[in-house]
């Protein structure tokens, strides 16, 4: 039995060769110099915990009063290898229908997707701003939009800031009308980024376990 689970440790260290962590995605700042953070608005129903969870937003709570958010900030890619990319559907407080989408086609939308709902897509790889956006009713037809590739994450009324909870781990936060409330927890969506297996990695890993599996046979028949 130590010999196999040596031999699995073997296998293993085999098939994780060239998954070391790096940064995959990272924020930028738009225009002019970098905005600094500003302070999380006081009345962020997220922020407060309101609704959390079993509300209007899942738990666990990831920000809080205490922290602050970028503006004037997207998020790009920062690897010029392919990587996985994760969105998960955190809630929404506004009463408007908002939808979160990725290279132009709707993910999530407040009226219809459930709290936790993910999106997954490999990324190609490249320095470059992440293709996402949000849009809202909040204006009346057409629905006004902001998108994480312009010059800017604020447009025609419509802002998001940008969490920053760890490498390659972000909360986006939308604001679908900022000129009645400011407080950007219209609609909240979380972005990870990870590593993506490699085909010949993962065939060595698999004719790893395999010879052990047989080596182990031959061990028992003799």
Same mark, same amino acid.
């Given at each position: 039995?130590?010999?196999?689970?040596? +031999?699995?440790?073997?296998?293993?260290?085999?098939?994780?060769?060239?998954?070391?962590?790096? *940064?995959?995605?990272?924020?930028?700042?738009?225009?002019?110099?970098?905005?600094?953070?500003?302070? /999380?608005?006081?009345?962020?129903?997220?922020?407060?915990?309101? =609704?959390?969870?079993?509300?209007?937003?899942?738990?666990?709570?990831?920000?809080?009063?205490?922290?602050? /958010?970028?503006? %004037?900030?997207?998020?790009? %890619?920062?690897? %010029?290898?392919?990587?996985?990319?994760?969105?998960?559907?955190?809630?929404?407080?506004?009463?408007?229908? $908002?939808?979160?989408?990725?290279?132009?086609?709707?993910?999530?939308?407040? $009226?219809? %997707?459930?709290?936790?709902?993910?999106?997954?897509?490999?990324?190609?790889? =490249?320095?470059?701003?992440?293709?996402?956006?949000?849009?809202?009713?909040?204006? =009346?037809? !057409?629905?006004?939009? /902001?998108?994480?590739? +312009?010059? =800017?994450?604020?447009?025609? $009324?419509?802002?998001?800031?940008?969490?920053?909870?760890?490498?390659?781990?972000?909360?986006?936060?939308?604001?679908?009308?900022?000129? /009645?409330?400011?407080?950007?927890?219209?609609?909240?969506?979380?972005?990870?980024?990870?590593?993506?297996?490699? !085909?010949?990695?993962?065939?060595?890993?698999?004719?790893?376990?395999? +010879?052990?599996?047989?080596?182990? @046979?031959? @061990?028992?028949? *003799?």
């Amino acid at each position: 039995m130590k010999k196999l689970t040596q +031999g699995l440790a073997l296998a293993a260290a085999m098939g994780v060769t060239g998954f070391a962590q790096a *940064a995959y995605i990272d924020v930028v700042a738009n225009t002019g110099p970098a905005e600094a953070p500003v302070a /999380v608005s006081a009345d962020n129903d997220y922020a407060n915990g309101n =609704g959390i969870p079993n509300g209007d937003f899942i738990g666990p709570q990831h920000y809080s009063l205490a922290d602050t /958010v970028l503006l %004037s900030h997207s998020l790009e %890619s920062v690897s %010029s290898d392919p990587f996985k990319l994760t969105f998960t559907y955190l809630g929404k407080e506004a009463g408007y229908t $908002g939808s979160f989408l990725y290279e132009g086609s709707e993910v999530f939308n407040t $009226g219809t %997707s459930a709290l936790g709902d993910t999106f997954s897509v490999v990324y190609g790889g =490249g320095l470059a701003k992440l293709d996402f956006g949000f849009s809202s009713d909040a204006w =009346g037809n !057409p629905a006004g939009s /902001v998108s994480n590739m +312009g010059t =800017g994450n604020v447009a025609n $009324g419509y802002n998001f800031s940008i969490f920053d909870a760890g490498e390659d781990w972000f909360i986006l936060s939308l604001d679908d009308n900022n000129q /009645v409330d400011d407080n950007h927890d219209d609609m909240l969506v979380m972005v990870k980024a990870a590593a993506v297996p490699e !085909p010949g990695t993962l065939a060595l890993l698999g004719l790893g376990l395999a +010879g052990i599996a047989v080596r182990m @046979r031959g @061990r028992k028949k *003799a």
